[in-house]
């Protein structure tokens, strides 16, 4: 073997474990950055294209390390924007853990967006979207109920019919 090669192998391979370093270790750097970013990984409490009455619970399932509040932006006929800081993450918030509920009646129904957004210390932030519509009952409308034979006062022989002012007045067109 010749003197050059005996300084040329080493120096090959010190130049190529420095070039796989120099590649593998921002790459797996990378990784491990994109894998500590939060997450929202789903929603308890609805699901898409869910039809929802009444008061409900809804919370968004969150991933991460130091997660400084989750955002619900609510759009639809009627929006809303809440903020929670802690966990459980709950569209209008909790009480020692025990959810406050949405009333979904004091909203009018129709079609709707849940988008959550979670954001971390890091400043790194990510977002899930739900749709979903409201589908309260309608409130009974009310209608003049025809008279009853105790509205009515008996007619006489003789006489014309008569009864209360009320029934005369719903029965007004």
Same mark, same amino acid.
């Given at each position: 073997m010749h003197r050059s090669n005996r300084?040329?192998?080493?120096?090959?391979?010190?130049? @190529?474990?420095? +070039?796989?370093?120099?590649?593998?270790?921002? +790459?797996?750097?990378?990784?491990?950055?994109?894998?500590?970013?939060?997450? @929202?990984?789903?929603?308890?409490? @609805?699901?898409?294209?869910?039809? +929802?009455?009444?008061? @409900?619970?809804?919370?968004?399932?969150?991933?991460?390390?130091?997660?400084t509040q989750v955002v619900f932006k609510l759009s639809g006929p009627k929006s809303n924007i809440q903020t929670e800081k802690t966990a459980p993450y709950t569209f209008f918030g909790d009480v020692n853990g025990v959810p406050n509920g949405w009333d979904t009646s004091s909203y009018p129904n129709g079609s709707y967006t849940l988008k959550a957004t979670v954001s971390d210390t890091a400043g790194l932030s990510s977002s899930k979207s739900i749709l979903f519509k409201i589908a309260n009952a309608s409130a009974p409308q009310p209608n003049a109920a025809a008279p009853t034979s105790a509205d009515v006062a008996p007619a006489r022989s003789g006489s014309t019919p008569s009864a209360p002012a009320s029934v005369f007045a719903a029965m007004k067109p």
């Open positions: 300084i040329i192998y080493p120096l090959s391979f010190i130049f @190529v474990i420095g +070039l796989l370093i120099a590649l593998v270790i921002p +790459l797996a750097t990378q990784r491990t950055q994109a894998a500590a970013s939060p997450s @929202v990984t789903g929603f308890t409490g @609805v699901q898409a294209s869910q039809s +929802l009455a009444g008061r @409900v619970n809804i919370q968004a399932q969150v991933t991460g390390q130091s997660i």
